[in-house]
């Protein structure tokens, strides 16, 4: 079991470019998640969704848009990259709806954007 | 008021002290906790979930106080390996399901 995986791990853009991060799962998952995390901050949400085919708003979810095609998949879109999306994003699954919610992280992906 | 409220620290203990770190929470409707840990540079991982009536993992113990609204954890004896940041993690259930709310995390700095 590969667990949550991400891909790239790192990435620079220069503002305006667009790129999509991709995370796959191999657990079953049903909830996926995508996180930011930035110095002196918690981890934020910012899209996740609760099964294939659906998604939902998190905290910060302006320029950012998700697609869960597959079950075992879920892709982050920025559109138009802004330098205050540099940060550190974290994709993480897990089993659906129950009050004992694990989740399960991938190593996440380093983004800078100048 | 955050949602979660950890003191960031850092802590710098030496090796075999009792560390404790303790966490707020504002939504008195929260059901579940934990205490993540999250090496430099690495993604979280789940530590230990956090019981009513408290629980115990080795050297790790978690203390819940939902009067308070108050979380706390103690490690004893630390090791070198100790040395990360501990997130506080609540889970608030809304209509989708859970959701997890972190805390920015408090960093321990077990030295020699």
């Known amino acids: 079991n590969a667990g949550v995986t991400q891909t790239p791990k790192f990435r620079v853009l220069k503002t305006g470019q667009s790129m999509t991060l991709l995370c796959a799962q191999d657990m079953n998952h049903e909830y996926m998640y995508w996180y930011r995390q930035d110095p002196g901050m918690g981890l934020r949400l910012i899209h996740y969704s609760v099964g294939e085919g659906t998604t939902a708003k998190g905290e910060v979810p302006d320029g950012y848009n998700v697609s869960r095609l597959k079950k075992q998949n879920f892709l982050l879109g920025l559109e138009s990259a802004a330098p205050s999306q540099t940060s550190v994003y974290f994709c993480?699954?897990?089993?659906?709806?129950?009050?004992?919610?694990?989740?399960?992280f991938g190593p996440g992906t380093r983004l800078t954007v100048l | 008021r955050k949602e979660v409220e950890q003191d960031p620290g850092p802590f710098n203990v030496p090796e075999g002290a009792t560390v404790a770190f303790n966490c707020t929470y504002s939504?008195?409707?929260?059901?579940?906790f934990f205490w993540y840990r999250q090496d430099c540079r690495k993604e979280p991982k789940l530590l230990m979930s956090?019981?009513?009536s408290g629980n115990e993992d080795g050297r790790f113990t978690a203390q819940l106080n939902r009067a308070s609204q108050y979380i706390s954890l103690l490690i004893r004896d630390s090791k070198l390996s100790d040395s990360a940041t501990y997130l506080c993690?609540?889970?608030?259930?809304?209509?989708?399901?859970?959701?997890?709310?972190f805390g920015q995390g408090t960093e321990l700095s077990v030295k020699p």
């Open positions: 939504n008195s409707a929260s059901q579940s």
């Open positions: 993480a699954s897990s089993y659906a709806r129950e009050v004992y919610n694990e989740q399960f």
């Open positions: 956090v019981y009513s």
């Open positions: 993690v609540v889970n608030a259930i809304y209509n989708q399901g859970g959701k997890l709310i």
